[in-house]
């Protein structure tokens, strides 16, 4: 009994390795988070199977019933709506109680939208910190004085709701630092923009703020324009 986490494309279905392809075509079922977006994915290379979905609702709840499920097969594929599963997405707590219960977990690298921004950056890479979502209220702000005393830089994912939120907090505890802002990564509107705060505060349109979007922070104290 084996339990393969998949990546799947973060926005372009054809960033999908041949690997993932075929072991999605194998699996004796997928767990994914929305049915209905991983229909889109497995309708475009014709993979037929059943589909239940794992989320951060229901996630708990169905730990017992997918561990059940899958020592009764081969093998299961986790998949998540886009990137890997338990990266800032719902997995983590399933997977844990697999490895508690023996179950073999093989993971099936591609597609991130963490990497694909750190690649495009232009900074040197040594070595940051991934944050993941902010907290949406409480605690936000003692998250963000944090992260504004840290040196490393620093990886943001941010709803598309509060993206100018973020940008006049990074204006108000991170000024002097510079930022790339990332959005919709691989996909047809995609656009990087780069400077410091109050300058992309100027430069991002509020009819550009749509999609899913990666903030990277510089490291303290380091300029690169």
Request: aromatic share 8%; hydrophobic share 40%; glycine share 4%.
């Amino acid at each position: 009994m084996k339990l393969f986490i998949v990546s799947t494309p973060i926005g372009n279905l054809e960033d999908i390795s041949f690997r993932a392809i075929e072991t999605l075509k194998q699996s004796d079922f997928i767990i994914c988070e929305d049915t209905r977006n991983s229909s889109v994915l497995l309708k475009k290379y014709e993979i037929n199977k059943e589909l239940i979905s794992l989320n951060a609702f229901n996630e708990k709840n169905k730990i017992t019933y997918l561990i059940d499920r899958i020592k009764s097969v081969q093998k299961v594929s986790l998949i998540s709506d886009a990137g890997t599963p338990a990266i800032s997405d719902p997995g983590s707590v399933f997977i844990s109680e697999c490895v508690t219960n023996d179950i073999d977990i093989i993971p099936i690298p591609g597609a991130s939208a963490l990497l694909s921004a750190l690649v495009v950056s232009g900074m040197k890479i040594n070595s940051f910190i991934f944050e993941g979502f902010l907290p949406q209220k409480k605690g936000r702000e003692k998250k963000l004085k944090e992260l504004a005393a840290e040196k490393q830089m620093i990886i943001i994912y941010e709803s598309v709701y509060r993206v100018e939120k973020l940008l006049f907090e990074l204006k108000k505890y991170m000024s002097e630092r510079d930022i790339i802002v990332c959005k919709e990564l691989t996909k047809k509107f995609e656009e990087i923009w780069r400077g410091k705060p109050d300058e992309l505060i100027k430069m991002i349109p509020r009819n550009k703020i749509k999609g899913e979007f990666v903030f990277i922070i510089s490291e303290k104290e380091k300029v690169l324009y």
